[in-house]
Every structure is written in C-alpha cells, then in structure tokens.
C-alpha cells in the first residue's frame, strides 16, 4: 500500500475508486465499505484509494482542550494502527489528509473539485450511508447523486443495512472496552483489540515472587486503555515472535495506596531483555477485576490461577 501523508506528493491516477472517512477502528462495519471498494477497483481496472484524516477532526473542531467531552475522546487505532489495517485489507492507497481549520472550511464543491478531482483523480466513489463532507457537513450521497453528470463521477452507496447487519459502530466499541469486555468489542473489530506501548523499567516486584512483568508506557495519549482488571493476551515483541501472557492493568492495591494506574504483562515461557523495546499486546480474554489481597503470598497465590486461567483462554 503507498501511503501519502502530503495531498501535493499525491499522484493523480485519473481512474482511481476512492471511499473516504475517519475509520477509528476498521471495525467490520468498515471492512464491509472496504471489501466493496476492492469489488469495484478490480471490476474496473483502476486503483483502490482510502482518504483518511489526522488528527481526529474533533480534536480541532471540538471543545476546548480542557473540555471534559474532549477529555473523554479516546480512539481504537493509533495512526500507524490505522495505517497497518488497511495494508492489511489490501488498499493500494491512502492519502492521509491533515485535518486543519482551514480544511474545515472547504465547502463541499472544493472537496469534490480540488481533493477527489484535481488531486487523487477520482472516477468512482463507495461510500457509507452516513458519509458527509464539506463544511458542517454539508455534502452527502444525495448531493454527489444529483452532480455525478458534471463530475464525471459514479457513485455507490454501502446502505445502512449492510454497514450496521451487526450494530456495530466505533462508539459500541470504546463502550465496550471501558468495560473490559473484550469479547464484545473484538467481534465488533473482526480482530482482537492492540495496544502498543514501551517497556520501561518498574518497581521489579514481580521478579521477587515468580511472575516477572513488563511494565508497558503507552505514549499516544488518545489512544484508548482498556478498564482495570486482569486479561488473558498475546504479546508481540518488537523481533515479531508471540507469546501467551497475562495483563494486570491497575492501580496496584495489594501493594500500596493511591498509586498510579500501570500496564503491567507477565510473558508465559519467556525470558529476555525488552527494556525500552516496543511491545504490542492483543486483547483476548477478561479474566477478573483487580483486587487486594492480604499480602505477597495471597497474591502470588491468584497469580498461579490467573496462569492457569490464561494458559487456558490461548490454548
């Protein structure tokens, strides 16, 4: 897939299929608009084109930074969590737009003229029944329909049947992760939910009692963390290979008061040096909530069961 993050460097194609959206997620409902395009870009001999949008429009449009409806903007996919996806779902290109003020301005006429005509060359769209463009979102299937003729365009719409068969939506997905139901929100993705991050260095406790963890710092801050609990995951090192592995995502009670939440995962099988190694961790199973226990012994006792309990979910 050729990725342009700069709609100068694009190059016109003149024959391309192009669909367009935020896609937080590639959830299904967007695999199902997605597979369409693919259908339509071979029936037609020309390339599949995704138009996508950094940052997430609201982070411009929204509330100010301190707004608590803006605090809670959280989002399934990192970039690059967007970018792999789709190469995964075999688009030949994506043009990563920078979503700017200035962008938000453009009417739905400069949309169609200056990004899909002039800069990609489009000749065919695949849209989603709720897909809009333009200034406050004026544009939409019913105003591209009526101006197809004078653009030289051929339009399809993915109808709401087809897009939401599961009910699926980005909003249920992040519902369900604060949850912790993984389950839920895995079906939702068609895949099970990632979360990268950094090893870094902890308090090195879990050493002193069997269960030696990695202690992950996630830097994109809008990137959703799934609810507190214990977790049955896979983990992928930064070399590629997966390991089965048990997720602690908490505050720590049994050791301490009023500490800072941290992302803590105990490979099963493993041993090696991942400090300051990137790490991906793939949601599976929620096994239970945190808890407090009354000591080390009691709790190393729970982790035995939590192995257990893991080694069971990835079997």
């Known amino acids: 897939m050729h990725v342009i993050r700069d709609p100068a460097q694009f190059p016109f194609l003149g024959n391309a ?3 367009s959206g935020t896609f937080d997620g590639v959830h299904v409902g967007h695999q199902r608009i997605l597979a369409r ?6 029936a037609s001999g020309g390339p599949s084109v995704v138009i996508t949008y950094w940052p997430h429009p609201r982070l411009v449009l929204g509330p100010p930074p301190s707004h608590p409806e803006l605090l809670e903007l959280q989002l399934l996919n990192t970039l690059d969590e967007r970018i792999a ?4 779902l075999g688009v030949d290109y994506l043009l990563i737009v920078p979503f700017t003020r200035d962008f938000a301005q453009w009417t739905s006429e400069e949309y169609i003229q200056s990004l899909l ?3 990609v060359g489009a000749k065919q769209l695949v849209i989603g029944y709720d897909h809009r463009f333009g200034k ?11 101006n197809a003729d004078r653009y030289g365009l051929t ?11 599961v009910g699926v939506s980005s909003t249920r997905i992040r519902q369900a992760l604060r949850q912790g139901d993984v389950a839920t929100a895995n079906r939702y993705l068609g895949y099970h939910y990632p979360l990268t991050g950094v090893v870094e260095h902890g308090q090195k406790l879990g050493r002193t009692i069997g269960y030696p963890t990695a202690n992950l710092r996630v830097d994109e801050p809008l990137k959703l963390v799934p609810a507190q609990g214990i977790y049955a995951v896979w983990a992928i090192t930064a070399a590629g290979t997966r390991h089965r592995a048990m997720l602690s995502i908490g505050v720590r009670p049994t050791i301490g008061k009023d500490l800072a939440q941290t992302i803590e995962v105990n490979l099963l099988d493993f041993s090696g040096d991942l400090y300051e190694q990137l790490l ?19 709790l190393t006792a729970q982790l035995a069961l939590d192995e257990q309990a893991t080694r069971q979910a990835l079997a």
């Open 17 to 19: 299929v192009v669909t």
């Open 85 to 88: 996806k789709l190469a995964d």
């Open 155 to 165: 339009v399809e719409e993915i109808p709401r049947e087809d897009v939401d068969a």
């Open 117 to 119: 005509l002039k800069t």
């Open 136 to 146: 406050n979102r004026e544009g939409g299937f019913d105003y591209l329909s009526q």
């Open 37 to 42: 395009l693919r259908e339509v870009a071979r």
């Open 280 to 298: 991906t961790l793939e949601f599976v199973t929620w096994l239970r909530g945190e808890e407090k226990y009354d000591g080390l012994d009691a």
